[in-house]
């Protein structure tokens, strides 16, 4: 039987409703004869309000007790989970990082998973089970909590795909898949059907939500094929793989307030494009600090805050 791995974000599982629309899905797979792998990120906002509640106990805390606190929210997701499961009549068993054997660097609040010993998480699949685990954690040497950075559950996820050998690990969230630009940021967005390892690392390292660059990283070193979908409609996602398609372009990020970045590959070859870029700048009459061309991006970084409507002009020309 082949095993699939699938994680749910923090708006997938933000509440009651949304868990059981969560746990349909994975009963909908498990039926289907997969072994299931679920990692689950916390709640909601619940990261954010763990970090506020404890820099209102301490202006610089412990870094050690502060990843005790935020491995938390994950640990609430993957038991509600796994009780809703057992309800519904479905063996499942919630698992934290350590107990999933995720082994990290003691590095706290952005630890590297350097290992994982799968023993547990494959005696509990055999056993028929669907096996739930907390996304963003894992244990250090010194047998200490440690939290994998901001996002860090698609790391968590990419992770247990690779060592389990996973046929696909499919990321669900509140989009349905990789867009040409933040879909929430501009509506003209178009959902990409597929990216390469590269664009999509390229996108991720330059602030675009969607995918934890790390994760990325993962994927293709251990060709792990990523599915993002979104959690509430059907539709397809979009595959990320080692396959590369020449000259399109992917997407634009728009990164803090002076800085976008177009990915696609060829940018060094497609003179076109760069003047498409180039005249959009000069008409809105943009100060330049830095524009520098890769074969996979062109980064921009302009001296004053850039306003929406030039990713709107960006967009609308290139893609
Ligand atoms: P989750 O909580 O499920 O991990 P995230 O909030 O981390 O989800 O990531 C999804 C968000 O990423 C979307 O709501 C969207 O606003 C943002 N995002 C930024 N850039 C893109 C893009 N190019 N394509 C799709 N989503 C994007
Ligand atoms: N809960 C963590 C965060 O909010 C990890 C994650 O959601 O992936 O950053
Ligand atoms: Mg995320």
Not at 197 to 213: C, D, P, Q, R, T
Request: hydrophobic letters at 35%; a neutral charge; charged letters at 25%.
């Amino acid at each position: 039987m082949d095993t699939i791995v699938l994680k749910f974000g923090g708006s997938s599982v933000a509440d009651n409703e949304k868990l059981k629309l969560v746990a349909q899905k994975i009963t909908g797979l498990y039926e289907k004869k997969h072994n299931i792998v679920v990692v689950v990120s916390a709640q909601g906002k619940t990261t954010d309000k763990l970090i506020e509640d404890a820099k209102e106990l301490s202006e610089k805390p412990n870094n050690r007790e502060l990843d005790v606190l935020l491995s938390s929210g994950e640990q609430i997701s993957s038991s509600k989970l796994s009780l809703l499961l057992n309800k519904m009549g479905y063996p499942s068993i919630s698992l934290t990082g350590w107990q999933a054997g995720i082994y990290t660097n003691n590095t706290n609040q952005n630890a590297i998973i350097k290992c994982i010993n799968t023993g547990r998480i494959r005696e509990e699949l055999e056993d028929g089970k669907i096996v739930i685990i907390a996304g963003f954690q894992g244990i250090n040497e010194n047998m200490d909590i440690t939290t994998l950075g901001r996002g860090g559950s698609d790391t968590t996820a990419v992770a247990i795909s690779a060592s389990l050998g996973a046929k696909n690990c499919y990321i669900f969230s509140d989009v349905d898949g990789v867009y040409t630009t933040d879909p929430n940021r501009l509506p003209q967005a178009k959902k990409l059907s597929a990216l390469s390892y590269e664009e999509m690392l390229e996108i991720s390292s330059e602030g675009a939500k969607v995918l934890h660059n790390r994760c990325v990283e993962i994927g293709e070193k251990f060709k792990v094929p990523i599915i993002t979908k979104s959690t509430f409609n059907n539709k397809p996602g979009t595959v990320i793989s080692d396959i590369i398609e020449e000259n399109t372009i992917k997407s634009i990020v728009k990164k803090e307030v002076s800085r976008l970045s177009i990915i696609g590959n060829g940018m060094t070859r497609n003179f076109n494009n760069l003047k498409l870029i180039l005249d959009i700048i000069e008409e809105n009459k943009l100060d330049m600090l830095e524009f520098h061309v890769t074969e996979s991006k062109v980064s921009i970084t302009f001296k004053d805050k850039i306003a929406d409507d030039i990713l709107e002009k960006i967009h609308e020309k290139l893609v």
